[in-house]
Protein backbone atom coordinates (compact mmCIF):
# COMPACT_ATOMS: atom_id res chain seq x y z
CA UNK A 1 0.00 0.00 0.00
CA UNK A 2 1.49 3.45 -1.18
CA UNK A 3 1.68 6.85 1.03
CA UNK A 4 -1.49 7.97 -0.91
CA UNK A 5 -3.82 4.31 0.10
CA UNK A 6 -2.20 5.32 3.62
CA UNK A 7 -3.46 8.58 3.77
CA UNK A 8 -7.37 7.78 2.36
CA UNK A 9 -6.95 5.30 5.03
CA UNK A 10 -6.29 7.41 8.04
CA UNK A 11 -8.78 10.15 6.86
CA UNK A 12 -12.13 7.40 6.28
CA UNK A 13 -11.60 5.89 9.81
CA UNK A 14 -10.93 9.69 11.52
CA UNK A 15 -14.54 10.66 9.70
CA UNK A 16 -15.98 6.99 10.60
CA UNK A 17 -14.91 8.20 14.56
CA UNK A 18 -16.54 11.62 14.41
CA UNK A 19 -19.67 10.75 13.33
CA UNK A 20 -19.53 8.16 15.78
CA UNK A 21 -18.66 10.56 18.51
CA UNK A 22 -21.14 12.34 17.21
CA UNK A 23 -24.06 9.91 18.02
CA UNK A 24 -22.94 9.36 21.57
CA UNK A 25 -23.31 12.96 21.48
CA UNK A 26 -26.83 13.15 20.58
CA UNK A 27 -27.78 10.17 22.37
CA UNK A 28 -26.55 11.70 25.77
CA UNK A 29 -28.31 15.00 25.51
CA UNK A 30 -31.62 13.26 24.64
CA UNK A 31 -31.29 10.70 27.59
CA UNK A 32 -31.42 7.54 25.09
CA UNK A 33 -29.35 4.46 26.63
CA UNK A 34 -27.39 3.16 24.15
CA UNK A 35 -27.86 -0.21 24.96
CA UNK A 36 -31.87 0.29 24.91
CA UNK A 37 -31.84 -1.23 21.13
CA UNK A 38 -30.30 -4.64 22.66
CA UNK A 39 -32.22 -4.78 26.12
CA UNK A 40 -35.74 -3.94 24.15
CA UNK A 41 -35.14 -6.74 21.34
CA UNK A 42 -33.37 -9.48 24.15
CA UNK A 43 -36.97 -8.76 26.35
CA UNK A 44 -39.16 -9.06 23.27
CA UNK A 45 -37.75 -12.33 22.85
CA UNK A 46 -38.28 -14.16 26.39
CA UNK A 47 -41.25 -12.30 26.73
CA UNK A 48 -44.28 -16.16 26.62
CA UNK A 49 -41.44 -18.23 27.30
CA UNK A 50 -42.65 -21.17 30.06
CA UNK A 51 -39.94 -22.17 31.80
CA UNK A 52 -41.43 -23.89 34.50
CA UNK A 53 -40.13 -21.30 36.98
CA UNK A 54 -41.92 -19.72 39.61
CA UNK A 55 -44.22 -16.84 38.23
CA UNK A 56 -44.40 -18.62 34.80
CA UNK A 57 -47.14 -17.27 32.38
CA UNK A 58 -49.02 -20.92 32.07
CA UNK A 59 -49.62 -22.43 35.39
CA UNK A 60 -48.31 -25.85 36.22
CA UNK A 61 -51.91 -28.68 36.38
CA UNK A 62 -51.58 -30.75 39.81
CA UNK A 63 -51.86 -34.74 38.74
CA UNK A 64 -55.74 -36.25 39.15
CA UNK A 65 -55.84 -38.61 42.05
CA UNK A 66 -57.02 -42.05 40.18
CA UNK A 67 -58.45 -44.94 41.95
CA UNK A 68 -60.30 -45.81 45.27
CA UNK A 69 -59.19 -43.79 48.09
CA UNK A 70 -58.43 -45.62 51.25
CA UNK A 71 -61.86 -44.96 53.14
CA UNK A 72 -63.22 -47.16 50.03
CA UNK A 73 -60.64 -49.48 49.95
CA UNK A 74 -61.33 -50.34 53.81
CA UNK A 75 -65.71 -50.50 53.25
CA UNK A 76 -64.72 -52.70 50.57
CA UNK A 77 -62.82 -54.91 52.62
CA UNK A 78 -65.49 -54.74 55.43
CA UNK A 79 -67.95 -55.62 53.25
CA UNK A 80 -66.41 -58.64 52.21
CA UNK A 81 -65.17 -59.71 55.51
CA UNK A 82 -68.74 -59.74 57.21
CA UNK A 83 -69.87 -61.73 54.20
CA UNK A 84 -67.36 -64.73 54.95
CA UNK A 85 -68.11 -64.56 58.40
CA UNK A 86 -71.75 -65.01 57.83
CA UNK A 87 -71.26 -67.53 55.38
CA UNK A 88 -69.20 -69.25 58.15
CA UNK A 89 -71.96 -69.44 60.55
CA UNK A 90 -74.28 -70.07 58.28
CA UNK A 91 -72.13 -73.05 57.04
CA UNK A 92 -71.06 -74.27 61.11
CA UNK A 93 -74.92 -73.83 62.50
CA UNK A 94 -76.43 -75.78 59.75
CA UNK A 95 -74.03 -78.65 59.83
CA UNK A 96 -76.12 -81.49 60.30
CA UNK A 97 -79.53 -80.02 60.35
CA UNK A 98 -82.65 -79.76 57.82
CA UNK A 99 -81.31 -83.47 56.64
CA UNK A 100 -84.00 -84.47 53.92
CA UNK A 101 -84.46 -88.51 53.67
CA UNK A 102 -86.09 -90.16 50.63
CA UNK A 103 -86.97 -93.52 50.72
CA UNK A 104 -88.45 -95.74 47.99
CA UNK A 105 -85.23 -94.83 45.46
CA UNK A 106 -82.21 -95.83 44.34
CA UNK A 107 -80.48 -93.92 46.14
CA UNK A 108 -79.65 -95.43 49.23
CA UNK A 109 -79.97 -94.01 52.91
CA UNK A 110 -76.02 -93.78 53.40
CA UNK A 111 -75.99 -92.30 50.07
CA UNK A 112 -78.26 -89.65 50.77
CA UNK A 113 -76.47 -88.86 54.17
CA UNK A 114 -73.12 -88.46 52.34
CA UNK A 115 -74.54 -86.00 49.63
CA UNK A 116 -75.61 -83.66 52.02
CA UNK A 117 -73.31 -83.85 54.98
CA UNK A 118 -70.51 -83.96 52.76
CA UNK A 119 -71.68 -80.17 51.30
CA UNK A 120 -72.03 -78.78 54.88
CA UNK A 121 -68.74 -79.59 55.90
CA UNK A 122 -66.92 -78.80 53.50
CA UNK A 123 -68.91 -74.66 53.43
CA UNK A 124 -67.06 -74.85 56.85
CA UNK A 125 -63.83 -75.41 55.46
CA UNK A 126 -64.34 -72.65 52.34
CA UNK A 127 -65.65 -70.20 54.66
CA UNK A 128 -62.66 -70.50 56.88
CA UNK A 129 -60.08 -70.63 53.72
CA UNK A 130 -61.85 -67.22 52.40
CA UNK A 131 -61.65 -65.35 55.54
CA UNK A 132 -57.95 -66.39 56.12
CA UNK A 133 -57.08 -65.06 52.67
CA UNK A 134 -59.01 -62.03 53.12
CA UNK A 135 -57.20 -61.86 56.39
CA UNK A 136 -53.96 -61.19 54.08
CA UNK A 137 -55.77 -58.57 52.07
CA UNK A 138 -56.41 -56.62 54.89
CA UNK A 139 -55.96 -52.83 54.61
CA UNK A 140 -53.58 -52.16 56.92
CA UNK A 141 -49.93 -52.17 57.75
CA UNK A 142 -48.91 -55.69 57.58
CA UNK A 143 -47.82 -56.57 61.45
CA UNK A 144 -51.77 -55.82 62.33
CA UNK A 145 -52.84 -57.76 59.32
CA UNK A 146 -50.14 -60.49 60.56
CA UNK A 147 -51.27 -60.08 64.18
CA UNK A 148 -55.57 -60.85 62.77
CA UNK A 149 -54.36 -63.84 60.69
CA UNK A 150 -52.48 -65.38 63.55
CA UNK A 151 -55.63 -65.07 66.03
CA UNK A 152 -57.33 -67.65 63.62
CA UNK A 153 -54.84 -69.71 62.42
CA UNK A 154 -55.24 -72.70 64.89
CA UNK A 155 -58.66 -72.40 65.55
CA UNK A 156 -58.78 -72.64 61.38
CA UNK A 157 -56.44 -75.80 61.72
CA UNK A 158 -58.52 -77.31 63.85
CA UNK A 159 -61.82 -77.28 61.91
CA UNK A 160 -60.21 -78.06 58.97
CA UNK A 161 -58.61 -81.06 60.50
CA UNK A 162 -62.25 -81.94 61.36
CA UNK A 163 -63.73 -81.13 58.06
CA UNK A 164 -61.38 -83.57 56.50
CA UNK A 165 -62.16 -86.62 59.03
CA UNK A 166 -66.00 -86.18 58.46
CA UNK A 167 -65.41 -86.25 54.96
CA UNK A 168 -62.68 -89.38 55.66
CA UNK A 169 -65.67 -90.87 57.76
CA UNK A 170 -68.35 -90.38 54.68
CA UNK A 171 -65.56 -92.76 52.37
CA UNK A 172 -65.19 -95.39 54.66
CA UNK A 173 -68.62 -95.51 55.13
CA UNK A 174 -69.68 -95.64 51.24
CA UNK A 175 -67.13 -98.57 51.29
CA UNK A 176 -68.72 -100.35 53.84
CA UNK A 177 -69.40 -103.94 53.79
CA UNK A 178 -73.08 -104.31 54.08
CA UNK A 179 -75.76 -102.15 55.47
CA UNK A 180 -74.66 -103.48 59.04
CA UNK A 181 -71.38 -102.31 58.81
CA UNK A 182 -72.38 -98.86 56.51
CA UNK A 183 -74.99 -98.13 59.49
CA UNK A 184 -71.86 -98.73 61.95
CA UNK A 185 -69.68 -95.79 59.99
CA UNK A 186 -72.55 -93.85 60.13
CA UNK A 187 -71.96 -93.11 63.53
CA UNK A 188 -68.77 -92.34 63.13
CA UNK A 189 -69.78 -89.58 60.89
CA UNK A 190 -72.38 -88.46 63.31
CA UNK A 191 -69.68 -88.37 66.00
CA UNK A 192 -67.00 -86.28 63.51
CA UNK A 193 -69.62 -84.04 62.67
CA UNK A 194 -70.50 -83.10 66.15
CA UNK A 195 -66.95 -82.69 66.74
CA UNK A 196 -66.38 -80.39 63.51
CA UNK A 197 -69.28 -78.01 64.70
CA UNK A 198 -67.55 -77.49 68.12
CA UNK A 199 -64.35 -76.85 66.33
CA UNK A 200 -66.18 -74.35 63.81
CA UNK A 201 -67.77 -72.77 66.78
CA UNK A 202 -64.14 -71.56 68.33
CA UNK A 203 -63.25 -70.70 65.20
CA UNK A 204 -66.24 -68.59 65.05
CA UNK A 205 -65.03 -67.12 68.53
CA UNK A 206 -61.78 -66.19 66.94
CA UNK A 207 -63.73 -64.57 64.32
CA UNK A 208 -65.38 -62.40 66.17
CA UNK A 209 -62.52 -61.12 68.46
CA UNK A 210 -60.91 -60.09 64.40
CA UNK A 211 -63.81 -58.29 63.82
CA UNK A 212 -63.96 -56.27 66.92
CA UNK A 213 -60.33 -55.60 66.14
CA UNK A 214 -60.67 -54.74 62.89
CA UNK A 215 -63.71 -52.58 63.60
CA UNK A 216 -62.04 -50.50 66.12
CA UNK A 217 -58.87 -49.66 63.68
CA UNK A 218 -61.91 -48.39 60.80
CA UNK A 219 -65.04 -48.40 62.23
CA UNK A 220 -66.73 -45.94 59.59
CA UNK A 221 -66.19 -49.01 57.16
CA UNK A 222 -67.39 -51.45 59.00
CA UNK A 223 -70.85 -48.82 59.27
CA UNK A 224 -70.54 -48.21 55.71
CA UNK A 225 -70.52 -51.68 54.11
CA UNK A 226 -74.16 -52.77 53.80
CA UNK A 227 -72.97 -56.74 54.97
CA UNK A 228 -71.95 -55.53 58.31
CA UNK A 229 -75.38 -53.90 59.05
CA UNK A 230 -77.58 -55.78 61.36
CA UNK A 231 -74.75 -58.44 62.45
Do not use: H, Y
Amino acid sequence: MDRRSWTALGIAVGVLLIIGGVVLWIRSTTGEDPGADLSAVATSTDAGVDDGSPGSSTPVEEPTPTGPTMEELQTEWADEFCRSRQALGEAVSGLGGNLDWEFGTDTSVLDQLDQQIRWQVLAIGSAANDLGMLLTKAPVDPTTANDWLVGIAEPAQQAQASVDEVTTNLDAMLSADGLLDGIGKAGEVITSGAQAVAAGQELLTAVQETSDAAQAEFAPAFAAAPSCQNQ
